[in-house]
């Protein structure tokens, strides 16, 4: 791999396993330097007793990956879900490295039920996790990165975030996930536009690959094949994630690109459709056919998943 991340400090949340796992492997063989943060949950979220990584964790066995391969890398094993640890992470970068460059906002979980099912617990859970998990440490690093700015040493700073299919389109069964999957698109928006004044680019990614959340909730699609090539495998999603760490990617911001397999795909996001302005106030009667009229002349919504 072209070493285009050289002398660059990358930090990459959720990286212990999966997605976040092969970034990282991704960042250190293009010549960065990685803070690998990983909470060492299950898949829904929960962990073990005791709340300390222990050194077998697997942000521990990434770092050790990455050593071993010749590269450079630290773990962190702070929830980025609250702002303590959020905090912590970027102060741990800054100390250990004296520097930040990317930030790779990847965590999560799954507590999959259909919306009838699904408890306020299990609601609030994910969406901390996956909405809060990206706010936080984003904050963090952009006050730092401002704080550059002011002080004259303006950074080429970068931001991936991690969206979903399921949070572009809906996912049955998944309507916490969904949830806050698109609100990390309007963040990155946000941040985007309110960032970069300060050199700070923010993009965000929607990834199709084999994890631990996905393998169990589409089994047969994301199976590895016998042989050729597996387009399911989450390395294939980490040279979109590095480029848009990297400096190569300069004047692109605010963009979400759909990844998987060997596709790359940009998405284009809620633009105006038809419209009919009356010029005064409808009646509902007006409003409903003129809302059929113009729904007839409408592009069909792409189908939720699992419907």
Same mark, same amino acid.
């Given at each position: 791999?072209?070493?285009?991340?050289?002398g660059r400090v990358v930090v990459v949340t959720g990286a212990g396993r999966g997605l976040g796992r092969a970034h990282a492997l991704a960042y250190a063989a293009a010549g960065a330097k990685v803070v690998?943060?990983?909470?060492?949950?299950?898949?829904?979220?929960?962990?073990?007793?005791?709340?300390?990584?222990?050194?077998?964790?697997?942000?521990?066995?990434?770092?050790?990956?990455?050593?071993?391969? #010749?590269?450079? $890398?630290?773990?962190? &094993?702070?929830?980025?879900? !609250?702002?303590?640890? %959020? =905090?912590? *992470?970027?102060?741990?970068?800054?100390?250990?490295?004296?520097?930040?460059?990317?930030?790779?906002n990847n965590a999560g979980f799954l507590r999959d039920r259909m919306l009838v099912n699904l408890d306020e617990d299990d609601w609030d859970a994910v969406v901390r996790v996956h909405l809060k998990g990206?706010?936080?440490?984003?904050?963090?690093?952009?006050?730092?990165?401002?704080?550059?700015?002011?002080?004259?040493?303006?950074?080429?700073?970068?931001?991936?975030?991690?969206?979903?299919?399921?949070?572009?389109?809906?996912?049955?069964?998944?309507? #916490?996930?969904? $949830?806050?999957?698109? &609100?990390?698109?309007?963040? !990155?928006?946000?941040? %985007? =536009?309110? *960032?970069?004044?300060?050199?700070?680019?923010?993009?965000?990614?929607?990834?199709?690959?084999?994890?631990?959340?996905?393998?169990?909730?589409?089994?047969?699609?994301?199976?590895?094949?016998?042989?050729?090539?597996?387009?399911?495998?989450?390395?294939?999603?980490?040279?979109?994630?590095?480029?848009?760490?990297?400096?190569?990617?300069?004047?692109?911001?605010?963009?979400?690109?759909?990844?998987?397999?060997?596709?790359?795909?940009?998405?284009?996001?809620?633009?105006?459709?038809?419209?009919?302005?009356?010029?005064?106030?409808?009646?509902?009667?007006?409003?409903?056919?003129?809302?059929?009229?113009?729904?007839?002349? %409408?592009?069909?919504?792409?189908?939720?998943?699992?419907?």
């Amino acid at each position: 791999m072209n070493r285009m991340c050289e002398g660059r400090v990358v930090v990459v949340t959720g990286a212990g396993r999966g997605l976040g796992r092969a970034h990282a492997l991704a960042y250190a063989a293009a010549g960065a330097k990685v803070v690998v943060n990983d909470l060492d949950v299950g898949l829904d979220g929960t962990r073990g007793a005791g709340g300390r990584a222990p050194a077998d964790s697997p942000a521990r066995q990434v770092v050790a990956e990455i050593r071993a391969a #010749g590269g450079e $890398a630290v773990a962190h &094993g702070g929830d980025i879900a !609250t702002g303590a640890g %959020a =905090a912590s *992470l970027v102060a741990a970068t800054l100390e250990t490295y004296g520097r930040l460059d990317t930030l790779v906002n990847n965590a999560g979980f799954l507590r999959d039920r259909m919306l009838v099912n699904l408890d306020e617990d299990d609601w609030d859970a994910v969406v901390r996790v996956h909405l809060k998990g990206h706010f936080l440490p984003l904050k963090h690093a952009a006050a730092h990165w401002r704080a550059e700015a002011k002080a004259g040493r303006t950074p080429v700073a970068r931001i991936v975030n991690t969206s979903s299919g399921a949070g572009l389109l809906g996912s049955l069964g998944q309507s #916490g996930y969904s $949830a806050a999957k698109a &609100g990390i698109i309007g963040l !990155t928006l946000v941040a %985007a =536009a309110e *960032l970069a004044r300060y050199g700070v680019q923010v993009n965000a990614i929607a990834p199709a690959a084999r994890t631990r959340m996905t393998e169990r909730t589409f089994a047969e699609s994301m199976a590895a094949p016998d042989a050729g090539f597996d387009a399911m495998a989450p390395e294939n999603v980490s040279p979109l994630v590095v480029w848009l760490g990297s400096a190569a990617s300069e004047g692109v911001t605010g963009r979400v690109f759909e990844a998987e397999g060997g596709r790359i795909t940009v998405m284009e996001g809620w633009r105006a459709g038809p419209t009919a302005d009356k010029g005064a106030r409808w009646t509902p009667e007006e409003a409903g056919e003129t809302a059929l009229k113009l729904l007839g002349e %409408a592009e069909v919504p792409g189908a939720v998943y699992g419907t």
